[in-house]
C-alpha cells in the first residue's frame, strides 16, 4: 500500500534499530525522574530528622494522606471541577476572540493601524491591576473570574497568531490566488494552515497563563476551586493543603498542556523541522 | 484558419517610474509550445503574470481564447520557478487543491501522479519529495484542471541537469497527450530550443521583443541534432543583440546552416 511505504519513509533508518531505540527513549524519560525522586528523599528525609518543621512542609508521605483525605470526601475533585470549568471556559472565549480580531490585524493592514496600538498598550497593564476593576464592575461571582482568566489568554494567541499571518510565504498566497481564492477561502485553506505553528505556540503560551490567571482570581474572591484552597490552607495554617494545591495545579497545568503538545504534533506532522525526534 | 489561443500586445507596463515593457506583441494558436527568452528584468516573468490574471495594471490587451485574463481561469494553469506545493498537504491533495479539501481522491489526481511517476507518494507529504519530485508533483497540480494554455515560470531552473533533461521530455510528452498550449520563460537557451516550436526573445530596459526564431523541427528531437545546436545559437545571437544567422526555417540543413562552427552552449547565465 502506498500509505503504509510512505510512513516508512522519513523513520527507514530507524526502522533496524526499532528495539534499541525504544530503550534509548525509555532511558531519556527515566532520566527526567532522577532529580525529583532524590529532591523527593531529600524532602522526607530532612522533615524526618527534625531539622525543619513538619508544620511548615509537611513530608511527602504526609502530603499523601491529605491528598487522600480530600480525593475520599470528594472534595478534590469539586475544586478541580469548578477551576477547569473556569478555564476552559475563559480560555475559549479569550483564544476565540484572538482568533477572530489576530485573523483581521494579521491580514489588513488598516485593522492593524486601528487596533494593534490599542492592545499593545492594554497588553502592558499587570495582570493583576485587572482584579479589582473586573471586582467593581462584575462583582464577585464567575463572571469576572472568567474574564480575566479570557484576557490572560487573548494576548499570546493574539500576539502569536498576528506574527503567523504575516510571515506567511508570499508565494503560497499567490498559488491561492492562482487558485482563485478570496476572502474566507483564501483565510481557512492558506492563511491558517500556514500559521497554525505559530498559532499552536500562542495556544500553549495562553494556556498556561490563563492557569496563572485562575489563580489570581481564585485568590481573590471565590469559594471554591483550587486558588480557594490555597487561601484556606493559609487561613487555617494547613501548609499541606497548599503544597497538596500547588502539586494539583501543575499537574493540571502540566496535563492540558500535553493534550495542545499532542493535538499539535498531530495536526503538525506536515512541518519540515528539525526537532523531529521519535517521542 | 482556428484564432489564436492566447493574443497578447501589451502596449506598457510600469512599475512606479520605471518603465518596464514597451510594446510586447504576440499570439499563440493552439498546441504551440512557446518560450519567451530574455536577460533578467526584461519582464518576462511579469507578462506570464499578466496573462494569468496575477497583475492586471498595464496598458494594453491580452486575450486567452478571446477573454480577458483574470484569476482562476479554467483556460489558465500555471507552473512556477520552485514547486511551490502546500506543506500541510500530501502530494495527492495538492495535486487536487483546485477542488477543495476533498480534491485528493479525485481519480484525475491518481491519473496524473501515475503520469508523472509518483503513484506511490500520493499519500506523502512535501516533506518527503526530492527538488525533481515536488517539480513533476507541480506539474500534475498545473495540468489538473485541464488548462488550454499552461504558463510556466523557468520551470525546470531549479533542479540539477539530468533531472531538468528528464522532466523536460516528461512535460513535452504530457502536454501533447493532453493537447496543452504551453508558454514557457526560461534563462536556457538549449532548453528553448529543444522544447518549443516558437522562440520569442526580449531584450531589457525597457522589455521588448528583439526577434523571434521558429524552430521548426520535428519531435521527439534528438538533443544533439546540429540543426537544434543552430537555433540555440540563433536564439544566443539575437540575445546578445546581433542578427540572427538563419530565420528562414528549413528541414533542409544545408539552407539554414550558416558557415560558423556550431556552438556549444551550455547553459547561458544571465545572471549579473
Known sequence: MSLSSTAILPASGEASAGNSLRWQTLARKGLGLVVPVILLILWESVVRLGWVSAHLLPPPSELMFTLADLGQSGAIFGHIGVSALRVVIGFSIGAGLALIVGAAVGLSRCVEALLDPTFQAIRAIPSLAWVPLLLLWLGIDESPKITLIAIGAFFPVYLNFVAGIQNVDRKLVEVGGIYGLTGAKLITRIFLPASLPNLFTGLRSGLSLAWMFLVAAELIAATKGLGYLLTDGRETGRADLVIVAIIVLALLGKLSDSLLCWLERRLLAWRDVFDSRPS | ?272
Open chain 2, 1 to 272: 484558419m482556428s484564432k489564436s489561443l492566447l493574443e497578447l500586445a501589451v502596449k506598457a507596463k510600469d512599475f512606479q517610474t520605471h518603465h518596464v515593457i514597451d510594446n510586447v506583441e504576440f499570439s499563440i494558436d493552439q498546441g504551440q509550445v512557446v518560450s519567451l527568452v530574455g536577460p533578467s528584468g526584461c519582464g518576462k516573468s511579469t507578462l506570464l503574470r499578466i496573462i494569468a490574471g496575477l497583475d492586471a495594471d498595464y496598458q494594453g490587451e491580452v486575450r486567452v481564447k478571446g477573454e480577458k485574463p483574470r484569476l482562476h481561469s479554467r483556460d489558465v494553469g500555471f507552473i512556477f520557478q520552485e514547486p511551490r506545493l502546500l506543506p500541510w498537504l500530501t502530494v495527492a491533495e495538492n495535486v487536487g487543491f483546485d477542488l477543495g479539501r476533498a480534491g485528493g481522491k479525485h481519480p484525475r489526481v491518481h491519473e496524473l501522479l501515475a503520469e508523472v511517476g509518483l503513484a506511490d507518494f500520493a499519500n506523502a507529504y512535501p516533506k518527503q519529495l526530492s527538488g525533481g519530485m515536488a517539480q513533476r508533483a507541480a506539474i500534475a497540480r498545473g495540468l489538473f484542471t485541464q488548462p488550454a494554455l499552461l504558463l510556466l515560470d523557468e520551470p525546470f531552473s531549479a533542479v540539477d541537469a539530468f533531472t531538468r533533461m528528464r522532466l523536460q521530455d516528461l512535460l513535452l510528452s504530457i502536454t501533447s497527450h493532453h493537447d496543452t498550449t504551453l508558454l514557457m520563460v526560461t534563462h536556457d537557451v538549449n532548453e528553448s530550443a529543444y522544447l518549443s516550436d516558437r522562440v520569442v526573445v526580449m531584450a531589457s530596459r525597457p522589455g521588448r521583443i528583439s526577434g523571434e526564431i521558429e524552430v521548426g523541427l520535428p519531435r521527439p528531437r534528438d538533443r544533439h541534432n546540429p540543426q537544434l545546436t543552430h537555433r540555440a545559437a540563433d536564439i544566443l545571437n539575437l540575445l546578445n543583440g546581433g542578427q540572427p544567422e538563419s530565420l528562414v526555417v528549413s528541414e533542409n540543413p544545408e539552407q539554414s546552416v550558416s558557415s560558423r562552427e556550431p556552438l556549444f552552449i551550455s547553459r547561458f547565465n544571465f545572471a549579473h
